[in-house]
């Protein structure tokens, strides 16, 4: 068995609609009581040869007592109808803090989608 996937959260505009909590070290680590914020994230992507896309982002998350995490990501997917764009792919992080500590032992895969208005929906699964 290559491992269990438990959903965490999903999010539309990357606010929060969805959350579950029961044994998910992702979502207690960014959205209990010590909830955490993105910041700004870079990423690249790029269209390839046979049509599909490529993309890598990094970013830091910042909890409200002043823990951090980093992350790395990347995914493939491809351009919807319309304009938008489809993600599948898995994303790490890596903390000193204590609290966010837990994620460096999790991997973390992701389905994104953005529509052409920039309007996105994202569902984050810890891989255990």
């Not at 837990?102 to 996105?120: H, K, P, S």
Request: glycine fraction near 12%.
């Amino acid at each position: 068995m290559l491992g269990v996937l438990k959903a965490c959260a999903s999010y539309d505009n990357g606010v929060r609609n969805h959350l579950s909590l029961d044994n998910c070290y992702l979502a207690n680590a960014f959205f209990s009581a010590a909830a955490a914020s993105a910041t700004p994230v870079t990423y690249t992507a790029a269209v390839r040869p046979d049509g599909s896309v490529y993309g890598e982002a990094q970013g830091l998350v910042a909890g409200k007592g002043g823990e951090r995490a980093t992350f790395k990501a990347q995914g493939v997917g491809r351009i919807l109808d319309g304009g938008g764009v489809s993600y599948r792919g898995a994303q790490y992080f890596y903390s000193d803090s204590p609290k966010f500590s837990g994620l460096n032992r999790i991997a973390v895969v992701f389905e994104y989608e953005a529509d052409a208005e920039g309007n996105t929906k994202s569902k984050l699964f810890e891989w255990k």
